[in-house]
């Protein structure tokens, strides 16, 4: 009932790609891995109903990644609100379905580049570090995409996140999703992601229905393993005693982070460290991740991975947080929607090992997101915005409500043109002002 806090030696990666993240039921750590040596990047799943203890997991898991080097991608389909803490603090924080989908794209056009380099050094494995760092994709409430009503945005989900499982481990590309059910309908009907994702590092936390813990256990269950249900709360002296003795539910403890951990075919059950929120967020996780730049993928991907270099560039303005679908993303200003297959300004071509870039072949092409391939600009747009920071640095908001004839992801990416051309800059995160002041 009883579980201590996390340490930054807790969250340190090992030899064997493992670190601790809470305490098994028989008092021995709880350790997963962020990657495995003979095997390459790993996939899994987290399922559990809210409150579950799904958020304090993903946390622990991403902080020992930022420990441990390795960059983190996280998409907070739900806006931010699932995974507050992490915002600032890894590589690629995604806020809400459009901006996990590019960010998808993007990861899956890196891929598509480690894979032709890797093919031309006749490699068929990863190795950390030489020459990329491991990169692992948190995807939290991906349920919401996946059955998202527009229907582009949910087959184009379902297309990259099985593709990055299938093919991600080989070149160091990990992808983990959190949902609160395993239900197919859930998961874009797609029963290939559940499958996959059970492959790797599967964690049941307390779940709404039976079915989705039969649904987790299908092929990965041990032989003889049986089991029960996590309860709501569990009771000093044993639940049966306190009904009995006329104790409510406010006297027992939360079952919170407590889940079934199914790992390199055996299966353990476990809790994860304590972390005590305070006003909406765990300031215990916070401090976890240091306070250390990101880690981030190598300049080389970043300009050859044609589509990432188009997203990646402008990943922490979150342009398309206040969109639910690419159409009102990209309503009306098709010609200034990001270049997905367009070299970023400046970009010479060349990669890692001084190789072309390889041309984007992901599924935009055959995928009518509306993204445009010519990446101009709202008329007039840059050049108010260039009048508004005359007199002064500007929040997004601000220049957004300054310009209500604009959709706010049509000045936030007249912002990032700016920048590429070098006219504007970022103060701090949100904030713009003139090159020239």
Known sequence: ???????????????????????????????????????????????GVTGAGKSVLQNLILAAEKRSGVVSWVGDVQG?????????????????????????TAAHAVMKY???????????????????????????????????????MRKATAYLIADIQKTGRKVGIGIRL??????????????????????????????ASSSTKEMGLDGIAPAGFQMENIPARIYENGQIEALFSGADDEDGESTAGMAYMFLDGRAKFMRTFFAEKVDGVYPDLIALYGDEPANGITEGEARAAQ????????????PY????????????????A??????APGDDGGSDGGEPA????????????????????????????????????KHLKDLREALPGFQPSSVSNACSQLKAKGLAKTLKRGVWQRADS
């Open 178 to 207: 959190a949902v609160q059910s395993l239900h197919l309908k859930d998961l874009g009907d797609d029963d290939a992601i559940r499958q996959q994702g059970k492959v790797g590092a599967l964690f049941l936390t307390r779940t």
């Open 114 to 152: 480690r894979e032709r380099i890797s093919n031309e050094m006749g490699r068929g494995d990863f190795a950390l570090g030489k020459p990329w760092p491991l990169i692992n994709i948190t995807l939290d409430e991906i349920n919401r995409l996946l059955s998202h009503p527009d229907e582009e």
């Open 307 to 318: 589509a990432g270099a188009a997203l990646y560039g402008v990943r922490h303005t979150n």
């Open 321 to 336: 947080a206040d969109c639910d679908t690419l159409a009102q993303a990209f309503a009306g200003t098709d010609d200034s």
């Open 338 to 343: 990001p270049a997905v297959g367009a070299q």
């Open 358 to 393: 390889a041309p984007f072949s992901g599924p935009v092409g055959d995928i009518p997101f509306g993204l445009s391939n010519d990446p101009g600009e709202e008329p007039g747009l840059q050049d108010q915005i260039l009048d508004l920071l005359a007199d002064g640095p």
């Open 1 to 47: 009932m009883k579980v201590r806090k996390a340490t930054v030696e807790d969250l340190t990666m090992d030899s064997k790609g493992r670190v601790t993240i809470g305490v098994c039921h028989d008092g021995k750590p709880a350790r997963m891995r962020l990657w495995d040596p003979s095997q390459g990047a790993l996939r899994g799943i987290t399922a």
């Open 80 to 104: 931010g609100m699932s995974l507050p803490e992490a915002e600032g603090r890894v590589d690629w924080f995604a806020k809400g379905p459009v901006e996990t989908l590019l960010m998808l």
